[in-house]
């Protein structure tokens, strides 16, 4: 069964940082591409970065360009979200997906992702 554990998630002030993580299992992730996504109350889900499968191409929503960065481990099955210069509009709950697809490009659309993991909170006060 293919799991996705986030963590790192917590209370943060305007212009503070927060790492987040996400553990997968059950599947050789190495072959995935991974991605980070964010859902405010009463909004739809929204792309915020991803990472092709072997590393080396990443993808930012224009909203976290310059600020957030997405790294991967696969010895680890590990991906990061490095987030920084945080605003209280990136308070959301955060959700690592994984895409089995080995694309040259990291998709962006939710429906491109197969797995999910269950999201972590992420709230920014001013």
């Known amino acids: 069964q293919a799991q996705l554990v986030e963590s790192g998630g917590g209370l943060v002030q305007a212009g503070g940082s927060l790492r987040l993580s996400c553990a997968a299992s059950?599947?050789?992730?190495?072959?995935?591409?991974m991605g980070w996504f964010r859902q405010a109350p009463g909004k739809e889900r929204e792309f915020v970065s991803a990472?092709?499968?072997?590393?080396?191409?990443?993808i930012y929503a224009d909203s976290v360009k310059g600020r957030f960065t997405i790294s991967r481990d696969n010895a680890k099955n590990t991906v990061y979200l490095q987030m920084n210069s945080l605003k209280p509009e990136d308070t959301a709950v955060y959700y690592c997906?994984?895409?089995?697809?080995?694309?040259?490009?990291?998709?962006?659309?939710?429906?491109?992702?197969?797995?999910w993991g269950q999201g972590t909170q992420v709230t920014v006060s001013s």
């Open positions: 997906a994984a895409d089995s697809r080995r694309t040259l490009v990291p998709a962006t659309r939710v429906d491109e992702y197969d797995y």
């Open positions: 990472i092709r499968w072997s590393g080396g191409i990443t």
């Open positions: 059950g599947r050789t992730f190495s072959n995935y591409a």
